[in-house]
């Protein structure tokens, strides 16, 4: 089945410990982008990636790290958590970039609470 | 800069009738739009693309849009409204020089009253 995977679903951590979320899509998709959603924010773009080693910041990229070593998997790093990272995130892919026939999937969301 | 303005965070139907959101945005190149659906507890889905082919664009579930350049908008219609409608709609904009930045609204939230 096609799918985008988060991990963990859920997570309550405290403040300034390291965390990573992972994300991995089986669809040999190209393009690979995460977000964070907050309510009456919408959701936001942090990190964007065209390609294998390809990363490029989104609006909101402050606090947080991304790589792209293998096509698969795009992993969203916050090397010292604060409260205001609070929020559910997305990571989603699509075959080539926004401009392709191709949409975007998502996967699930992460719910993440520092605190 | 590119940006899009969701009017009313709210929206709320009758069973039946006319279903119409609005979207407006702003981009200094030709944009490509989208509207995504949220459902409860879930990850977005695409319900339509506007990528600078047909201005009225039909998506999945009845819904369709039309892209108008002169009123920098993207409004979304579905002529029918069915209460499995309820949901959380975003309208996004990309800049079609970069296709890898997606900006979004704020969201509207449909209420399907029975």
């Known amino acids: 089945e096609a799918q985008v995977t988060q991990n963990p679903r859920y997570l309550i951590t405290v403040t300034g410990k390291k965390l990573t979320v992972t994300c991995s899509q089986n669809?040999?998709?190209?393009?690979m982008s995460w977000y964070r959603q907050d309510p009456g924010l919408g959701l936001r773009q942090i990190y964007y990636s065209m390609n294998v080693e390809v990363t490029d910041k989104g609006d909101v990229p402050e606090g947080y790290k991304v790589s792209r070593k293998e096509k698969r998997n795009f992993p969203l790093i916050l090397e010292s958590p604060s409260p205001n990272q609070t929020s559910l995130y997305f990571c989603?892919?699509?075959?080539?970039?926004?401009?392709?026939?191709?949409?975007?999937?998502f996967g699930d969301g992460t719910r993440l609470s520092i605190l | 800069a590119q940006s899009v303005t969701q009017l009313g965070s709210h929206v709320s139907v009758s069973e039946g009738a006319l279903v119409l959101l609005r979207c407006n945005y702003s981009?200094?190149?030709?944009?490509?739009l989208f509207w995504y659906v949220q459902y409860p507890n879930q990850g977005l889905q695409l319900l339509l693309k506007?990528?600078?082919?047909?201005?009225l664009v039909k998506g999945i579930n009845g819904f369709e849009a039309e892209f108008k350049k002169s009123e920098t908008s993207f409004h979304l219609t579905k002529p029918s409204a069915h209460m499995s409608d309820a949901a959380e709609y975003f309208c996004a904009v990309n800049p079609g020089s970069n296709t890898g930045k997606l900006i979004f609204g704020q969201g509207t939230t449909l209420q399907v009253k029975p």
């Open positions: 669809m040999n998709h190209e393009y």
């Open positions: 981009s200094s190149v030709p944009p490509y």
């Open positions: 506007y990528t600078s082919a047909a201005t």
């Open positions: 989603a892919s699509s075959y080539r970039g926004l401009g392709s026939n191709q949409p975007q999937h």
